[in-house]
């Protein structure tokens, strides 16, 4: 590939050490872990110990004090390698968890929890869904009541990645239900407090080695510097996460994409029907190049995105567009692939079922397809 103005030669020593990681350490248990539904916690510290999980922190806290594109890179190559259910895991961690820490957390906070969830020693989860509060996160109905030294949360949650694995949840509360956005604030939680529990993993159509939960918060105490923030911050600093989170989840949609494309062009050059290979048969061959189309667009929106969040510049309408238009060529690339390999496709014996399957979630989570329109509308209309 060649080199894009936004990479450096530190972004391609990065990929190729993400590529011998994957290769070494994930591909070989890919399949063992999607029927399994979970993959082992070594995987987090292992990540950790390369340096993968805090790429664009600061050195102060222990990360490589890199850049958003750093980031990209790291993810899509994961989701490239197929296995999209590890790339989410992980990019939870990083781009999710971490990233409210460090936009919440007091020196001491960052100290006690940022720094070890950079290292691969904790694994961070972040809780902001609930049974009726998707994509409308202002809606959020879990409270936190003021008591003595702290408060105290009640409420449920759902879709929670990597639920009940985690150590650490970053949980998003209401101070004043009915206020809307204007009450939501941070909390760290531990695994072990008292009033926090987890419902039974999630069964699901794809991403399976991945642990999704439902969260549940009874009487739940907090102590006070377990605050993140202040009261009512919650929701603005959320929406700078997802600003981030949209783009590193754009580039996981297109490591799935890249990977269904590279997959399903070399079965097309082998594959021989009436006396030819099917890909110099005009519907597939032009089907290959809708795919080729999509992924380059999709990459160049994700690129440009980074460019402008790494430059300080808002960018939730490039954001949204970069997550729009790379989780819906996921979809349709992992879609052509299966096409492609036609019978065989629609077997577990090869990966593109799978991939398909994976592909669908990146439609959907961070804000569905039509939020991203949404987005972008209300972007062009405002500009």
């Given at each position: 590939m060649p080199r894009h103005p936004i990479f450096t030669a530190e972004h391609d020593e990065l990929r190729e050490s993400v590529r011998r990681f994957v290769d070494k350490e994930?591909?070989?248990?890919v399949d063992e872990w999607e029927d399994a539904g979970s993959f082992p916690d070594?995987?987090?510290?292992?990540?950790?110990?390369l340096g993968f999980l805090g790429l664009h922190y600061p050195e102060r806290w222990g990360g490589s004090g890199g850049d958003l594109a750093a980031e990209i890179v790291f993810v899509e190559e994961l989701a490239k390698a197929g296995c999209g259910a590890i790339a989410m895991a992980l990019s939870v961690q990083t781009d999710m968890a971490t990233p409210a820490l460090a936009e919440f957390g007091t020196d001491d906070q960052k100290e006690r929890y940022l720094r070890p969830a950079i290292a691969g020693e904790k694994i961070a989860a972040i809780a902001i869904t609930e049974p009726d509060a998707g994509s409308d996160a202002a809606a959020i109905k879990t409270t936190a009541k003021r008591v003595d030294g702290g408060y105290v949360l009640d409420g449920q949650k759902a879709w929670i990645s990597n639920g009940g694995v985690a150590e650490l949840y970053v949980v998003f509360a209401t101070v004043e239900r009915g206020s809307g956005h204007r009450g939501i604030t941070a909390f760290l939680l531990h695994r072990d407090d008292e009033g926090l529990s987890f419902g039974s993993p999630m069964r699901k159509m794809g991403q399976r080695a991945i642990v999704n939960t439902e969260l549940f918060l009874s009487d739940c105490f907090v102590a006070g510097d377990r605050r993140l923030g202040e009261e009512g911050e919650g929701f603005r600093g959320l929406m700078q996460v997802f600003d981030r989170s949209r783009v590193t989840l754009a580039s996981a949609a297109t490591g799935l994409a890249r990977a269904a494309l590279e997959y399903a062009t070399q079965y097309a050059k082998e594959r021989v029907q009436f006396g030819r290979p099917i890909a110099e048969h005009q519907a597939v061959a032009f089907r290959l190049a809708d795919m080729a189309l999509r992924v380059d667009a999709s990459r160049l929106l994700t690129w440009r995105a980074a460019r402008l969040l790494d430059a300080g510049r808002r960018a939730s309408t490039e954001a949204a567009m970069a997550k729009l238009h790379a989780s819906e060529t996921a979809m349709f690339c992992t879609w052509a692939a299966v096409q492609t390999l036609a019978g065989w496709g629609y077997s577990r014996e090869y990966p593109v079922e799978k991939w398909m399957r994976d592909a669908k979630l990146e439609e959907i989570e961070e804000g569905t397809s039509d939020i991203q329109r949404?987005?972008?509308?209300?972007g062009l209309l405002r500009d």
């Open positions: 994930l591909r070989p248990s070594d995987v987090f510290r292992r990540a950790g110990e949404l987005i972008i509308s209300r």
